[in-house]
């Protein structure tokens, strides 16, 4: 059974490839869902995948990129939501501009 995981990511994570380093992780692990970046300076992600993914996913995230810096990670879980399909990984725009 599917779950969904929201992660917000703090740290230096805007401007240095976090969103496409998240949307690379999430596509080899075969997870739906975004990312974005947050106007407070974070990012935001939602994915929807099996368990087993999605904590190796949030292990990614705390790693991020080269150039980033993870302060931390804020992990939200619950079922995943019936008639809700993310049938691929998205990268949103969001409220910074830079990456």
Known sequence: MDETLEAVVRGRVQGVGFRYFAHREAMALGLGGWVA????????CLAVGDRISL???AQRLRAGPPAAIVERVDLSW????????YPSFSIRSGAHRGD
């Open 37 to 44: 970046n947050e106007s407070d300076g974070s990012v935001r």
């Open 55 to 57: 904590e190796t996913f």
């Open 78 to 85: 619950r079922p995943a939501a019936s008639g809700v399909s």
